[in-house]
């Protein structure tokens, strides 16, 4: 009868594995597309999450969780591990564990494993052979892990699917006759005591379990305040020492897993420098890693800077077929004007980023595959640590270059959360795409075209100080940010560098797919919803008179004998002065005066929000140029003619344009990175901090620029 | 008393055990094992961190670390 109930229904299942275990393939195989990437709860570390048919009666709901080296956590992966563990009452915690490990490092495998039968919940040992066949003469006898460790072993290969089928099958084993794996651990004298007090006072029926809260209470989420106490009370009375208690046991562990190790595994191979040793001469050589590792980062760079340009433009075109589309099959009015300028457009400031974070993506997942990712760090590592960034902020820092959004949703693979968080706040200082529409325009103004040496051009020297000053202007906020974000955590480095593979191309399929459906679903939402507020700020006035506008520029067609170009172009520019964004412009102008700023820069500003290039297309609409051809040259004319009514002098003067220049370089005008920020911090704090400091960067920065010059 | 950070590149040696506690669980974990050999690769651009051979496995770990591994 029991059988028969325990078959219905559905069975938790937690996939558990050091680092580098081959655990997402295992994963992958199991789940297929058939997984949900979402976010633990409290912390931006990816909870993937995707179910299976064991029968037909029962369903397996997997959850993935981060890789860990042991129940004493040293990251935010291994807390969250541990948190679950240890807390029946967790939704995520599970009914069986599939305990993956890499056959050819057992040693170090086998410790968590041995932590996790402690804690009494049915555990099955997947055991990744899939790099096993790259070493000669390396063979396990599983039967004899069996035997010692009395835990069912399943060999599986991550890499052509081997061994699905037994894990299920052992899972609904498992799960029908629940086979608890007897904690063979022996506690000293002072934990026993310890732990059987804890066992007294709360509701832990599991020793290890006991010995585990004893160790950690200050840092488990689900005890309360009342349980905390009580817990330490008794680590007081008992005089406690957790950290000999740790050294203790994990060397015990050790004692066992050794010896064990050393049977089971037969090593034939005499290899003494195998691949990886070769390969790392070259590739973590002082001078020719260094070389190698740059080199990688300008293909990076190429790639979503060039290659990306293409699709780009593409959806660019498509989007603007659909507004012209939609514009000739609607009837003029309110509703089409929000579907093609608000919604089209926002739709498509969606999309276009698609095609550079399919390319970053592709790209970062290939190296982390490999096992490149870790020899970036090595590398990089004394640099950057002093401007409290990781070796894996390099990779941001430069794709942010092309563009800041695929390059903080990056940013996640820094285990270290106050290293993350700086390379996030600072990647957008890094002179981003977006800008070279605004430089090109303004370096115009703000440098006469002249050559130095035949073959230096002023104006790309120019440009090219803009980037130099992005980047110095990151690297310092990088190193500020560290002096005041303080954590009470120790920075450890101690990290693996494993062996290199043949990338698992599944893996990085579903990486790639992954990453461009949480932009679309998470940040889209966000861009569109800003995006329609700024169609409604631009075509929205707080009065009648964006009607008169059409009704004055009629009559004035008449008597000044405009064509129809020219009879549109008028109504938007003035349309575009009564609007929310035009009053906002005009309000804002007492702020921005003393950088050098009219109210129709002051528009410019506004609108630069939805992405910078648009501050080229805003410029059209207000100087009336918008659909006569070529936007950039025209507007380019027209800017260069523009004189201050008062004084009579160009308004794009040398310190004006220096000043714009400036200022686009270091404001946060980006909705989509706020977006991505807000998606990645999950909160509004760390965008909000951003667009303060970096707006403020380039207030004060435009001002002092704007007085050297003028 | 020797400490890894003062291996010459190519040099080994063997681990005894560790200075600072903290640091310990989590150099055990990676496998720095009492007994183990301990083999200096080569080091990063600057000199830190260290590229090591720790029985099989391929570890790195920065100077202020590796001063805590204490070598027979």
Redesign the interface.
Known sequence: MKEVLSRQGLVKVALIGNPNSGKTSVFNRLTGLNQKVGNFPGVTVDKKTGSFNLDNNTQAKLIDLPGAYSLYPTSIDERIVLDILTNKEDPLYPDVIVYVADATNLERHLLLLSQVQDLGIPVILALNMADLASKGGYKIDSAAITKKLGISVVETNGRSGGGVSEIKKEILNKFNHKVIPSGGFKFDNGSTKVLGEIKGKLKVENDYQAILYAHHYQNLGHLNSDEKAVIEDIIAKNNFSRIKAQVDETMARFDKIVPLVEKVVVNNSNAETSFTEKLDKILTHKVFGSIIFISILMVVFQAIFAWSSYPMDLIDEAFASLTELTKSLLPEGVITSLITDGIIAGLGGVLIFIPQITILFLLVALLEEVGYMSRAVFLSDSIMRKFGLNGRSIVSLISGVACAVPAIMATRSIGDWRERLITIMVTPLMSCSARIPVFTVLVGFAVPQEYYFGIFNLQGLVVMGLYIAGATAAILSAYVMKQILKTREISYLVMELPTYKMPHWKNVGITVFEKVKTFVFEAGKIILIISIFLWFLASYGPSDRMEQVEKQVATEATTNNWDETKIEDEIASRKIEVSYAGYLGKAIEPIIEPLGFDWKMGIALITSFAAREVFVGTMATIYSVGSSGDDEQSVVQRMATEVNPETGELVYDQATSFSLLVFYLFAMQCMSTLAIVKRETKSWKWPTIQLVYMTGLAYISSLVVFNIFS | MKTADLLKVGEKGIIQKFLD???????????F??GSEVKL?????????L?LKV????????RK?AVNVILK
Do not use: D, Q, W
Request: overall charge positive; hydrophobic content about 40%; aromatic content about 10%.
């Open positions: 506690e903290t640091l310990s669980v989590k150099l055990l974990e990676m496998g094992l009492p690769i080569r080091t990063a651009p600057f000199g830190c961190p590229y029985g099989k496995n391929f570890l790195a770990l920065r670390e």
